[in-house]
């Protein structure tokens, strides 16, 4: 069966946009991170995403689409994306940092959730394109597609563990996706079964350290 091609130029102006908001909705939820890990972690995942945008940028031109147009789907992915600005923007107003932290890594996973999918796609598509977009396309998605799992699968673990914080329960921070480097679906499932090893390990550390002081 022939791809679509209609439908493929739409997934494009999809990721291009999903990409820009990318950009944004990093900007706000760094203004909004206290965790200096997390900070590092958003900061080194904006950079990629700028690039994600210059890579989008290569594409249309080798693909022969319109950078600065905007199909309706692109302006509902910037909605979204806006959408999402505005909600960091109005926790950070209510004054209480670490549910403004909380509030911003769940908007990243929400936007990096669409990112994400939108190579998985292109993943896809790039295994039926023959000849020069073919290529193209298959190098985007080897330079992309393992960041976009990072992205993803890293800050749902700090989304977890931020919220756990929160409830006053034992976290694990930075969390086990990241500790681990994860980087596929089932890595994330195992990192995520093995934060009450963590625990366990570091309360005998700690008990261990208490029993030494009091001897
Ligand atoms: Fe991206
Ligand atoms: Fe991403």
Avoid at 4 to 24: D, H, I, R, S
Avoid at 48 to 60: D, P, Y
Avoid at 116 to 124: K, R, S, V
Avoid at 131 to 154: C, F, R, S, T
């Amino acid at each position: 069966m022939d791809i679509n091609a209609e439908q493929l130029k739409e997934l494009f102006y999809q990721a291009m946009a999903t990409e820009k908001a990318g950009v944004l909705v990093y900007e706000a939820a760094l203004k909004a991170s206290v965790h200096p890990d997390l900070k590092n972690e958003l900061e080194k995942y904006a950079d990629q995403t700028r690039n994600h945008v210059t890579i989008m940028n290569k594409l249309f031109e080798t693909f022969g689409l319109d950078p600065n147009k905007k199909t309706p789907g692109f302006e509902i992915v910037e909605t979204k994306g806006q959408a999402l600005v505005q909600a960091i923007e109005k926790a950070l107003a209510w004054g209480d940092p670490k549910t403004a932290q909380i509030v911003a890594a769940e908007c990243v996973v929400d936007i990096e959730t669409k990112d994400h999918m939108n190579w998985e796609l292109l993943a896809e598509a790039s295994r039926r394109l023959m000849g020069e977009k073919g290529k193209a396309l298959k190098d985007a998605v080897d330079e992309v597609e393992e960041q976009e799992d990072q992205h993803l699968y890293h800050l749902k673990g700090w989304t977890r563990e931020l919220w756990i914080e929160s409830l006053g329960m034992e976290a694990v921070l930075p969390p086990p996706e990241e500790r681990k480097n994860v980087d596929t679906a089932i890595a994330a499932e195992r990192a995520k079964m093995s934060r009450n090893r963590m625990l366990q390990r570091g309360g005998r550390r700690r008990g261990a350290r208490k029993e030494k002081e009091e001897a």
